[in-house]
Every structure is written in C-alpha cells, then in structure tokens.
C-alpha cells in the first residue's frame, strides 16, 4: 500500500507541529503512568445488556434533548452510571472549526450536558484535541459553536492540549503504550459524543476513532503506522472504555471526510454502552445511503477498525452480539424505514 500525497502532506504538517512542540512551543506536557493506576473510566463492565447481548438505542425526531434523554432510557437510562454528585467528562469531535458533520453537533452537546446535570451529576466538562494541522481546540469550539453550547447548559470546557498527558500500558501490535489527556482519568466518568461520519484514512470516525482526540499528538495514527490507520485507531482504544455512548447522527456524513464532504439529515442518535456495537449500526446508517465505496461490498464488521476492535475484544463480536432498539419521537415513518434497511446491513 502506497503513502497518498494528501496522508504525506498531513504527516509533514504534524511533523512540523511536532518539532515546534519539542522546541518548547507548545503547552503539551508529559507524565509518567502511575504505578498501578486504575482509570476513573470504564473500570465496571457495560451495564447496559439485555441477555448478554449490548444494547444499542437509535431514537429519531428534531428536539436533541428528548432524542437524548429517549435513547439513553431505552438502553436502561442513566441509573446505572451512578452519576450523584459525579464529575463526568463529555468527548464531543472537535476535529477543527467546521460545523457539523466534521464536528459533533453543538445541540446535541448541550443537550447531553443537560442531561447529565439532571441525572445528578456534580460538574461536567467539555473536552477535546483538535487535529495539529486545524490549530487550537478552543478557537475550533468557538467556531463550531460547541463551546457557547457547552457553557450555556453548565459545562466547563478543556481543551487537553493544555494539560498533561498519563501514559498508559497495552498489549497492541502497533501500540505498546499510549499517552492519554490527564481529563480521562481526572473524573467519575466519560461519555463519548462522536458524530457519524465517513473519514478517507480511517474508513469512518464514529465511537472508536472519537478517541483519538484524547491522545498526545506522537502516537496519532499518522506517527504510528499510516498504513495501518484503522488497527492503530482500535489499539489506541486498549488505553479506556468509556462509561456511555452516545453518537450525534442528526447530520450524517456518508462521502468523503473527516473534514468535508456529502451529508444526509438523518436526525437521529445512537446510545449504548458498547462502543464497537455503536460503530456497527452507525456503520449500517452509512452503508444504507450507498454511497461510501469503502462499504460498499463489505459489511460494517469487516472494515479495519471493526475486525481489530472484535480481535482485541472492546465490544460486540458480531450482530448477534448486539439488540438494536428503536423509536421514533414523531412517528416519521421515513425513520422506521431506515431503521429497517439499518437492521438488515448489521
């Protein structure tokens, strides 16, 4: 497999953005693992099963927060996160300054802040690390809205560029050790609040590759092994699981990306506590549009991410390890419709 001249160049731009770091012009910091450290998040197994298969909830309409709210209770609510008084960090993509689909929807971020404050939770943060070569994450938040959007539902924003980084141990193939923002392990508990969208390196940028963002910018897929971008992506998640899923599908980005291309109001999200089954139907929404020529012939589980993500065991191992429960807030019989060609692409 040959290096593409638009992989080269962005290799070239983060390695310039590289040695400015280590000539002192970046904030980024380094700190050693902590000696039998256990992450804040994702140290209980997933709570939201039904007969030991991973729920996942797709709930349509046009209001984020009760879309929010649906979906969360379909896979069993919030209760079983324990979220009394807890700090909980929200991981929306804030790739760069590009509204959504580059960029998770700001609505659907306050919604989810919203939610968790109402669900007991003590302080939400709003996190992130924009891509080197898309400058700083907080003039990305601004631009995308996200930040205005988390602030005025209660959330406090961090931008992980400017703190410090844990290094964390694991048993990949390309991966032995995988520096993490500090933030993942500062509090109780992570949502991940990606957007559904294709991506031309990574095949797609759902749940797994949400991750990417929280680690330091040397062990980026693009460092590590180009050639092998997609295992790189589903190695790096060895590092956390996070505590809920929760994956912004009211625009959907079925060509082109991770910066721009077609999209398709499908005005829906995704929850589940089960990050690979999450890709797998966000995966099946992206196939029914028929326009992604990475999936065109292939199911959602045999694309890169997803046969490494199965491998290493981060999630579901097949369709029949997952329950895919739907609703419809408006009765739009377009969404069950869709939901039906979803179901029959898992």
Same mark, same amino acid.
């Given at each position: 497999?040959?290096?593409?001249?638009?992989?080269?160049?962005?290799?070239?731009? $983060? =390695? !310039? @953005?590289?040695?400015?770091?280590? /000539? &002192?012009?970046?904030? %980024?910091? *380094?700190?050693?693992?902590?000696?039998?450290?256990?992450?804040? $998040? =994702? !140290? @209980?197994?997933?709570?939201?099963? /039904? &007969?030991?298969?991973? %729920?996942? *909830?797709?709930?349509?309409?046009?209001?984020?927060?009760?879309?929010?709210?649906?979906?969360?209770?379909?896979?069993?609510?919030?209760?079983?996160?324990?979220?009394?008084?807890?700090?909980?960090?929200?991981?929306?993509?804030?790739?760069?300054?590009?509204?959504?689909?580059?960029?998770?929807?700001?609505?659907?971020?306050?919604?989810?802040?919203?939610?968790?404050?109402?669900?007991?939770?003590?302080?939400?943060?709003?996190?992130?690390?924009?891509?080197?070569?898309?400058?700083?994450?907080?003039?990305?938040?601004?631009?995308?809205?996200?930040?205005?959007?988390?602030?005025?539902?209660?959330?406090?924003?961090?931008?992980?560029?400017?703190?410090?980084?844990?290094?964390?141990?694991?048993?990949?193939?390309?991966?032995?050790?995988?520096?993490?923002?500090?933030?993942?392990?500062?509090?109780?508990?992570?949502?991940?609040?990606?957007?559904?969208?294709?991506?031309?390196?990574?095949?797609?940028?759902?749940?797994?590759?949400?991750?990417?963002?929280?680690?330091?910018?040397?062990?980026?897929?693009?460092?590590?092994?180009?050639?092998?971008?997609?295992?790189?992506?589903?190695?790096?998640?060895?590092?956390?699981?996070?505590?809920?899923?929760?994956?912004?599908?009211?625009?959907?980005?079925?060509?082109?990306?991770?910066?721009?291309?077609?999209?398709?109001?499908?005005?829906?999200?995704?929850?589940?506590?089960?990050?690979?089954?999450?890709?797998?139907?966000?995966?099946?929404?992206?196939?029914?549009?028929?326009?992604?020529?990475?999936?065109?012939?292939?199911?959602?589980?045999?694309?890169?991410?997803?046969?490494?993500?199965?491998?290493?065991?981060?999630?579901?191992?097949?369709?029949?390890?997952?329950?895919?429960?739907?609703?419809?807030?408006?009765?739009?019989?377009?969404?069950?419709?869709?939901?039906?060609?979803?179901?029959?692409?898992?």
């Amino acid at each position: 497999m040959r290096i593409g001249r638009r992989i080269f160049l962005l290799m070239l731009a $983060a =390695g !310039a @953005s590289a040695a400015d770091a280590f /000539r &002192g012009k970046s904030t %980024l910091h *380094a700190l050693p693992a902590e000696p039998g450290k256990t992450p804040g $998040a =994702g !140290a @209980s197994p997933n709570p939201f099963v /039904r &007969g030991r298969k991973s %729920l996942v *909830a797709a709930v349509g309409g046009t209001d984020p927060s009760e879309m929010v709210r649906k979906a969360v209770s379909l896979i069993g609510g919030f209760g079983p996160l324990a979220l009394s008084r807890k700090s909980v960090l929200v991981k929306p993509n804030v790739v760069g300054g590009n509204g959504n689909p580059t960029t998770t929807n700001p609505a659907v971020v306050a919604a989810v802040v919203r939610a968790l404050y109402d669900a007991g939770a003590g302080k939400v943060y709003v996190g992130d690390m924009s891509a080197l070569v898309r400058g700083s994450t907080k003039k990305n938040m601004e631009r995308t809205g996200i930040l205005s959007a988390a602030r005025a539902a209660g959330g406090e924003a961090v931008f992980f560029e400017d703190h410090k980084w844990v290094t964390v141990k694991v048993g990949g193939t390309d991966l032995k050790e995988v520096p993490v923002s500090e933030w993942i392990f500062k509090v109780d508990k992570v949502v991940n609040l990606p957007v559904i969208k294709t991506h031309a390196y990574a095949g797609y940028s759902i749940c797994l590759k949400n991750f990417v963002g929280a680690t330091r910018f040397s062990h980026r897929p693009y460092f590590v092994n180009p050639l092998r971008w997609e295992e790189v992506v589903a190695e790096l998640n060895l590092a956390y699981r996070p505590d809920l899923n929760i994956a912004d599908g009211t625009k959907v980005m079925v060509e082109g990306g991770p910066w721009e291309g077609r999209a398709e109001n499908a005005n829906l999200v995704l929850a589940s506590g089960d990050r690979v089954a999450c890709d797998a139907v966000g995966l099946a929404l992206i196939k029914s549009y028929g326009r992604w020529e990475r999936l065109a012939e292939i199911s959602p589980w045999k694309m890169g991410q997803m046969r490494r993500a199965v491998e290493l065991r981060l999630g579901a191992g097949s369709r029949e390890e997952l329950e895919l429960v739907t609703a419809s807030l408006d009765g739009d019989p377009a969404f069950d419709a869709l939901m039906g060609k979803v179901k029959t692409l898992l």
